[in-house]
Nanobody, 116 residues
Framework: QVQLVESGGGLVQAGGSLRLSCAAFGSTSLINAMGWYRQAPGKQREFVASINSVDITNYADSVKGRFTISRNNAKNTVYLQMNSLKPEDTAVFYC??????????WGQGTQVTVSS
């Protein structure tokens, strides 16, 4: 089993920055890709960014150039650096890891609120 603990959410003004962290515990040797998703009120959960085991990254068009995903394999942690935040970035952000055994695990979510 893999457990995920997220941190770093909060309230920030438009144009500000936040860094989210997601630490994995347990059978971390099973982790392949790591990523972030978000869900705004009344909307479906959507993909934000991902990074695979060889550090290839992928981003949603809406965050390209503003968000950066990275991972520290020694700490089993994935980060999301979010710059130039906009009110439309307000959402609950979820960490997800894809395991080599064929399924995924989700974090509990962390709230990001961007005020205008």
């Amino acid at each position: 089993q893999v457990q995920l603990v997220e941190s770093g959410g909060g309230l920030v003004q438009a144009g500000g920055s936040l860094r989210l962290s997601c630490a994995a515990f347990g059978s971390t040797s099973l982790i392949n890709a790591m990523g972030w998703y978000r869900q705004a009120p009344g909307k479906q959960r959507e993909f934000v960014a991902s990074i695979n085991s060889v550090d290839i990254t992928n981003y949603a068009d809406s965050v390209k150039g503003r968000f950066t995903i990275s991972r520290n394999n020694a700490k089993n942690t994935v980060y999301l650096q979010m710059n130039s935040l906009k009110p439309e970035d307000t959402a609950v952000f979820y960490c997800r890891v894809d395991l080599s055994v064929g399924y995924s695990r989700w974090g509990q979510g962390t709230q990001v609120t961007v005020s205008s």
